[in-house]
Nanobody
Framework: QVQLVESGGGLVQAGGSLRLSCKASIPTFTSYHMGWFRQAPGKEREFVAAISWHGTSTRYADSVKGRFTVSRDNNKNTVYLQMISLKPEDTAVYYC???????????????WGQGTQVTVSS
């Protein structure tokens, strides 16, 4: 059974930083590309970043490019999202999921974790 557990969110001021973690209980974690998504109140869930199974390829939404960095530790079955220069519009619940390809970044697993809340105050 796949389990995704996100953590690391919190309340920060604009310009601040946070590092999110996603622990994935996936038997073949190293086989999967992984992605981060976020959902703001009243909005659809949107793509944020993706990283290939080997960690050498990444892709970012235009809105976070240059401010967010995705990485992974395959020994720990964990993917990270380092966020700097946070803006109020980054406020959302952040989720991780496996994705089909880096280019398309469609989530694979229908069951999502609880997410982690990021709130950026102005």
């Amino acid at each position: 059974q796949v389990q995704l557990v996100e953590s690391g969110g919190g309340l920060v001021q604009a310009g601040g930083s946070l590092r999110l973690s996603c622990k994935a209980s996936i038997p073949t974690f190293t086989s999967y590309h992984m992605g981060w998504f976020r959902q703001a109140p009243g909005k659809e869930r949107e793509f944020v970043a993706a990283i290939s199974w080997h960690g050498t390829s990444t892709r970012y939404a235009d809105s976070v490019k240059g401010r967010f960095t995705v990485s992974r530790d395959n020994n720990k079955n964990t993917v990270y999202l380092q966020m700097i220069s946070l803006k109020p519009e980054d406020t959302a619940v952040y989720y991780c999921n496996a994705v089909d390809t880096i280019a398309a970044s469609n989530p694979i697993f229908g069951s999502w974790g609880q997410g982690t809340q990021v709130t950026v105050s102005s």
